[in-house]
């Protein structure tokens, strides 16, 4: 058991560093801005606890929750599922380490709902005055904005993007390579001869950027100026300006144009796995919330699946060999009915759509094959 006697933010800062050592920089940090956000309700209604061992789950953490729920302005469920689940981490890990505190402070019960939100990909008419105006003003940020737009990626990713990044990988086939991203793992995003074009634009202003911003940029596509955040920044900023000339409608962030280019992927056909792919999710529940299913999509879909029913459901008009059906018939006379009824059901089902359709038409077509070389054994006897 550990030796009581520290206090409670000794405790919580040594358990902080020891997260350190397998953690990143900017995740420790959510880690130690939990943490001291938890220990300042602590202090302020509980001035007398002292020990790690003196946490319960009621009222300390039920009450911090519910400090957390009626903050004003209100957190997003996901700001506070963050919390709970960093908070958690750091209590388990004490008790595991010895500390007397129960392993269940914090229960499945006590995360909110996920945040359910709709994309906002820009319309139609937004996407192409942005555009316009960033070709406009061809500057190092609206090349980067552009690409971004082109390709999908993430801005951050787009700040680290090597100077290297385009990889041919064969005959009229280019790659932009995306380094280790947001989820950890890198990919390359298929690119047109547009995109290489606005890479080859980024490349030449940036030989045009005062050697300042180039000092701590080798090998950087993008020039730091004071680091990765910055360039964030300085994006953010470009695209305000770039989407107010362009008069588009609404805020434009960075993120919508990454829910434009998926939406557009989709339109033009691509698949989700694929486009899982491109984008660099781990998981297509992920990239279904990239995808906008917009009211023109809806009555676009419904209109030909509507023509489709139509084709399945159309009956072929036979044409009558004469007025009135003769008297008698011989076996001459049904094998070109057959002949005929086979060579309308093989036009019927080149016209058809659905599959299932399709393979039954097949099979009475193979049906009445049969049935004209049955005929033929007829005819021998």
């Known amino acids: 058991m550990k030796r009581s006697g520290r206090s409670l933010d000794d405790v919580f800062e040594a358990q902080i560093q020891v997260l350190a050592i397998t953690l990143r920089p900017h995740t420790v940090a959510n880690y130690r801005y939990c943490v001291r956000k938890f220990l300042a309700y602590l202090h302020a209604n509980f001035p007398h606890m002292h020990e790690v061992s003196q946490l319960h789950r009621d009222p300390h953490i039920l009450g911090w929750l519910r400090s957390l729920c009626q903050q004003d302005p209100p957190l997003r469920n996901y700001t506070r599922s963050q919390l709970l689940v960093q908070l958690r981490r750091v209590l388990r890990d004490l008790a595991d380490n010895g500390h ?66 385009l990889h041919h990988l064969g005959e009229q086939q280019t790659a932009l390579h995306v380094p280790l991203g ?47 955040h910055p360039v964030y920044d300085m994006l953010c900023h470009a695209l305000a300006q770039a989407a107010q000339g362009a008069g588009c409608t609404g805020r434009v962030t960075l993120h919508r144009l990454r829910h434009t280019y998926a939406t557009e992927m989709v339109r033009l056909g691509i698949s989700l796995p694929a486009l899982m792919r491109i984008l660099g999710h781990k998981d297509i529940n992920m990239t279904l919330r990239y995808v906008d299913v917009v009211q023109l999509d809806l009555q676009r879909e ?15 008009q036979l044409p009558l060999p004469s007025p009135a059906l003769p008297a008698h018939a011989d076996l001459s006379t049904i094998r070109e009915a057959i002949a005929t009824v086979r060579h309308l059901l093989q036009l019927f089902h080149a016209e058809l759509q659905d599959h299932s359709a399709r393979r039954k038409i097949r099979r009475l077509t193979q049906r009445l094959l049969n049935i004209s070389r049955e005929l033929d054994h007829v005819t021998s006897k």
């Open 100 to 165: 007397q505190i129960s392993w269940d402070l914090i229960r499945p019960e006590d995360f909110p709902p996920h945040d359910h939100f709709l994309p906002r990909p820009l319309s139609a008419e937004d996407d192409q005055r942005l555009q316009q105006q960033l070709q406009e003003t061809d500057t190092l940020l609206s090349g980067a904005l552009r690409l971004i737009r082109a390709t999908g990626i993430r801005a951050q990713e787009c700040a680290d993007l090597p100077l290297d990044c």
């Open 302 to 316: 419904f209109h030909q699946a509507r023509r489709n029913i139509a084709s399945l459901h159309s009956i072929p």
């Open 182 to 228: 947001k989820l950890h793992s890198e990919r390359w995003v298929p690119i047109d001869e547009q995109t290489q074009r606005i890479v080859a634009r980024i490349v030449e202003l940036r030989a045009l950027a005062p050697a300042a911003w180039l000092a701590n940029s080798d090998g950087f596509l993008l020039p730091r100026r004071g680091g990765r």
